[in-house]
């Protein structure tokens, strides 16, 4: 089942839904592949795209919430913290020896994992910034979209750092 973006998802109308509908487009892919009986590899691929745009995105929201005083920017990097050990967790349980019915029981896991994580965070965590949208908006002016740091990667083969704004 696909993450839907909903209007009720939305935190700033700007940079940070932008970076929230790219990651779960990117988590969507990952679901998306159950279908055709994914391989380790292939599996290990789209979990490691995650990784550096949740990395990315991360690090700019983080940057974002400083640069306007956000109040639970602490208790939001912890949180960050915790999914990218968990990904990491999640992508070394993917043996590229295992039988294809290991690799989807795996998947299976990691997908209601994935769904389950970007979901409950953006609801019970990112919407809190809901009251600094204006804010954000403002000191995010200038910034490079997570599609647009896309669309660059896809022209060389390789995941791009997104600028950061200096705080």
């Known amino acids: 089942m696909h993450i839907a973006w909903r209007p009720q998802m939305s935190v700033d109308c700007g940079v940070i839904d932008d970076d929230h509908r790219q990651i779960i487009a990117i ?3 990952f679901l998306d592949i159950e279908e055709k009986s994914p391989s380790a590899q292939e599996c290990v691929r789209i979990l490691v795209k ?11 929201e983080i940057s974002l919430q400083r640069a306007i005083g956000y109040p639970y920017s602490d208790s939001h990097v912890y949180q960050h913290r915790d999914l990218l050990k968990r990904l990491d967790a999640l992508r070394a ?18 997908a209601e994992i994935l769904r389950s994580w970007f979901i409950d965070h ?5 919407l809190n910034m ?5 804010a954000l908006r403002k000191r995010a002016a200038g910034l490079d979209t997570l599609s647009r740091v896309a669309e660059r990667a896809a022209g060389n083969g390789a995941p791009a750092e997104a600028p950061l704004r200096a705080e």
């Open 50 to 60: 995650l990784d550096h745009y949740t990395k990315v995105h991360f690090k700019r």
């Open 122 to 126: 953006i609801i019970q965590s990112d």
């Open 27 to 29: 988590t969507n892919e």
């Open 130 to 134: 809901r009251p600094h949208a204006a």
């Open 93 to 110: 349980r993917f043996d590229v020896k295992a039988v294809p019915e290991k690799v989807i029981e795996i998947h299976r896991a990691v």
